[in-house]
């Protein structure tokens, strides 16, 4: 047997067989170096298998909600920067497009208000379409529909509206720890 | 208790931090133990296991509920505390250097505190010379009674390296345990 399977009967965890025990000990007497192998392990080992679980300090749970709470904080202000940097982003944005699209008019302001006075002029006249279409159509379905349901509509769009804006607050405001 | 901690999982995946805080108190003791045999130092070990519990607690839906909750936790930290002493490396830190532990002790007498914490010192320095995925394998073995397969479950290893690594982190640290002899005797002789 090579020196190397002693080598791995002194470290195994396992039981030996008593051949093995046996021929393990008869190899030792021979070989020092394993001999002080077999004794150094022999120590290592009782200080592994007796070494203890040790213990936090006390309160430890109470450290870790507070840290969880911060941690939450930290995550809602890191929210808080990020809509501000989009909102402020988006405004920007707005404003050079404002700021594009003026600029024809310091430059050439006779033909760019007669361009969007023509513009206006053709809008209205959709708008007055629409309005007229309307009419045609209020004027057909009123009849039919009783007061009941205009009440009922209103109270539908009222409580889709409080429930978007509770949504709105819950998404947005951050969560206690509770015990 | 089983019971409990079954609801108290179930609770906790669905976002309740009550919940969640009952296991940090039922699991607190063996996850840093864990993080203060890794890192040798009982602010780390501190540090290194509520980091442990928040990654767990953001975790918590990707959770299995069949596989063990304790060696799911141990499996986080000892991750954990690996990469914490892989950064560590860049500034490299003898274990002499080290801070000495502020180890919680609550047994009468100033002989037997002294005993004990040499006791640690001993475990500490056997454990140093160990390489980190090493060392997490040595105290899964010793401190939690964890088989082969557990160990590799945990740290995601394949049996016969589970057992190669076992091998040869007992032979460090017997080899480091008579390489400290040697030089303990070797004082000695020089005082005489």
Redesign the interface.
Known sequence: MSHHSY??MI?A?ENLSSEQQLDLQQHIQLCESCS??AS??K???Y????????????H??N???A??EM?RLAKHHKQNRLMFFITWSAVLVVFGLLVYFTLPVFQEPKAFFLTYLYQLLNWLSVINYIQNFSQTLATGTYGGISVLWFILAAGILTFLGVIWLVSIRYLTSPRR??? | MQDKEAIWLIQAQKGDAGAFSNLVELYQRPVYNMCYRMLSNAEDAEDAAQETFLRAYKSMKRYDLNRSFSSWLLSIAAHYCIDQIRKRRFNIVSVEELPMPDLPDHSPGVDSQLEKAEDQNRVRGLLSVLEPIDRAAIILYYWYDYSYSEICQVLNLSLSATKSRLHRARRAMAKSWQANQVEHIHAERIAV
């Open positions: 080598e791995e470290l965890d002080e192998l150094a392990w120590v290592v080992q200080d592994l298998e007796n070494s203890t679980m040790l213990e936090p300090a006390s430890f749970v450290r870790w909600q840290r969880l941690e720890v509770t015990r």
